[in-house]
């Protein structure tokens, strides 16, 4: 018999198959898809020899998670960090671009009068990036290893998740590129949820950078799977697991959702708990459009092609404005819309000469409204002649999201709503959130703590709490290289 069998193949799959397979236990991972990878997936999806990532494709986590620092993930994946982590087109009458530098000094100078209440916010806690890394990776209601950089970082979340978020800045760049990363939360602009999570990934900006993995995400993927597999673990590709009684091993680790969850325990799922689970609730949703191009995209600010990231929708009022329609159900006149153009840095991603380009932007959830057209006119704007440069591309709506990954509920990419009950319970209050309450089953992903994010967290805790109390073992086992 299997020790342990793990249903799904995202980053926390992995991360929790590793871990228990570098215990010494047998693990067997199904996954529904004949790709392995689940977010982290690379493939030709809109022309030959055009590589897009499926779903994430910069990872400020990666490096910077305590479980990929263990995994040394740096030392098996190539990756590329761009001098600028993120860049904020603003037209002149609104101050002009606002580029992210990794170096925090040089965004600063950029700011004018506003530079140094950005180094306020920030320096405090881009100086600690490994301490914010391990808080905002962990359970909330556990005690934080380092109260006072915890303290500094709600303090700041605290400020820019309400009503007086303009309070420290007179212009309006710098104000944009808060939000710009903050709407990364898909949540209520400005939220407490929102700015916590837009300051954790602003922190690793002006630390270690955002970096790109050279041929995709699913470089990612594989290292994970090529780890389990030399220690003895198995996957199974076009395997779907419809019920928890077609697994039979001594501890089953899931990644999916909770209305999954529900699902395949049927009528073994104890009332309560599923009560409880019935309560979670999922957010808005996302389109994704890819893009072939001839040439570069042709940015009105140069300066913007030398960025992994391009947040695009204007001031902070105008993205506030935009992320309430779409989560009071109305698709945005002026969406916000994310860019990535990774063939910059990583000539993997396309034929010499062309370029790919990632870009997504928030809907309601299930929408069916194809979102290119839409995409196009929002980059059009700050990259006039974008058009031109097009070769073809490809639309995933909010619904085609669900359907090729059943853990997109809506479309939601996060996999369950970024509230405020959320961040403390996910998916139920509890400091051991992983374990369920059904004798040896586990749950792990984007939908438990601590949340969305290419950093195999919630694998890694999932599989420790196995460890523990399936098979007596006490001590992490190591993952180095």
């Known amino acids: 018999m299997t020790d342990v069998e793990v249903v799904g193949s995202g980053p926390n799959a992995l991360a929790a198959a590793v871990t228990l397979a570098r215990a010494g236990l047998s693990v067997r991972v199904f996954e529904r898809m004949a790709q392995l990878g689940g977010g982290a997936r690379t493939a030709e999806t809109v022309a030959p020899g055009f590589r897009h990532d499926t779903c994430s494709a910069v990872h400020p986590l990666a490096l910077a998670s305590p479980f990929f620092r263990a995994f040394g993930l740096a030392r098996r994946v190539e990756f590329v960090t761009p001098e600028i982590s993120f860049?904020?087109?603003?037209?002149?009458?609104?101050?002009?671009?606002?580029?992210?530098?990794?170096?925090?000094?040089?965004?600063?100078?950029?700011?004018?009068?506003?530079?140094?209440?950005?180094?306020?916010?920030?320096?405090?806690?881009?100086?600690?990036?490994?301490?914010?890394?391990?808080?905002?990776?962990?359970?909330?209601?556990?005690?934080?290893?380092?109260p006072l950089v915890t303290a500094r970082f709600g303090v700041r979340a605290l400020v820019q998740g309400s009503a007086a978020w303009d309070a420290p800045f007179t212009g309006a760049v710098a104000p944009a590129m808060i939000t710009g990363v903050a709407a990364h939360a898909i949540a209520p602009q400005p939220s407490l949820v929102a700015a916590a999570a837009g300051?954790?990934?602003?922190?690793?900006?002006h630390a270690g950078g955002w970096p790109i993995p050279i041929g995709g995400s699913q470089a990612i993927s594989d290292a994970l799977a090529d780890d389990l597999r030399a220690h003895g673990g198995e996957i199974v590709l076009d395997h779907e697991i419809t019920s928890l009684d077609e697994l039979t091993a001594r501890a089953v680790v899931l990644d999916v959702t909770p209305r999954a969850l529900v699902r395949l325990a049927g009528e073994r799922m104890p009332?309560?708990?599923?009560?409880?689970?019935?309560?979670?609730?999922?957010?808005?949703?996302?389109?994704?459009?890819?893009?072939?191009?001839?040439?570069?995209?042709?940015?009105?600010?140069?300066?913007?092609?030398?960025?992994?990231?391009?947040?695009?929708?204007?001031?902070?009022?105008?993205?506030?404005?935009?992320?309430?329609?779409?989560l009071a159900g109305r698709h945005a006149a002026s969406p916000y819309v994310l860019v990535s153009q990774p063939s910059v840095f990583d000539s993997t991603r396309a034929p010499e000469g062309h370029h790919a380009l990632w870009a997504y932007t928030h809907v309601p959830a299930g929408s069916t409204v194809d979102q290119t057209e839409a995409v196009i006119r929002a980059i059009e704007n700050v990259a006039p002649?974008?058009?031109?440069?097009?070769?073809?591309?490809?639309?995933?709506?909010?619904?085609?999201?669900?359907?090729?990954?059943?853990?997109?509920?809506?479309?939601?990419?996060?996999?369950?709503?970024?509230?405020?009950?959320?961040?403390?319970?996910?998916?139920?209050?509890?400091?051991e959130p992983w374990r369920t309450p059904l004798p040896g089953v586990y749950l792990c992903g984007a939908a438990t703590s601590p949340g969305p994010g290419v950093r195999g967290q919630s694998g890694w805790f999932a599989a420790r709490s196995v460890l523990r109390h399936e098979f007596g073992m006490a001590h992490t086992p190591s993952l180095a290289p």
Do not use: C, M
Not at 199 to 205: D, N, S, V
Not at 390 to 395: D, P, R
């Open 87 to 146: 860049a904020h087109p603003l037209s002149p009458a609104d101050g002009g671009s606002g580029i992210a530098y990794r170096d925090l000094e040089r965004t600063v100078d950029g700011l004018g009068r506003d530079g140094a209440a950005y180094r306020r916010l920030i320096a405090p806690l881009a100086s600690r990036a490994r301490e914010i890394a391990r808080f905002t990776g962990s359970p909330l209601l556990r005690v934080p290893p380092h």
């Open 199 to 205: 300051l954790a990934l602003q922190t690793h900006a």
């Open 271 to 326: 009332g309560s708990y599923r009560r409880r689970l019935e309560r979670f609730r999922y957010g808005s949703g996302s389109a994704k459009v890819q893009f072939a191009l001839s040439g570069p995209v042709p940015w009105a600010d140069e300066r913007i092609a030398g960025a992994g990231t391009v947040h695009i929708g204007g001031t902070r009022a105008r993205i506030a404005a935009a992320e309430r329609d779409v």
């Open 385 to 431: 002649g974008f058009r031109d440069v097009i070769i073809a591309s490809h639309s995933t709506t909010a619904a085609q999201l669900e359907a090729d990954n059943p853990n997109y509920i809506g479309g939601d990419i996060a996999a369950g709503a970024a509230t405020l009950r959320q961040l403390l319970a996910r998916p139920v209050l509890s400091t």
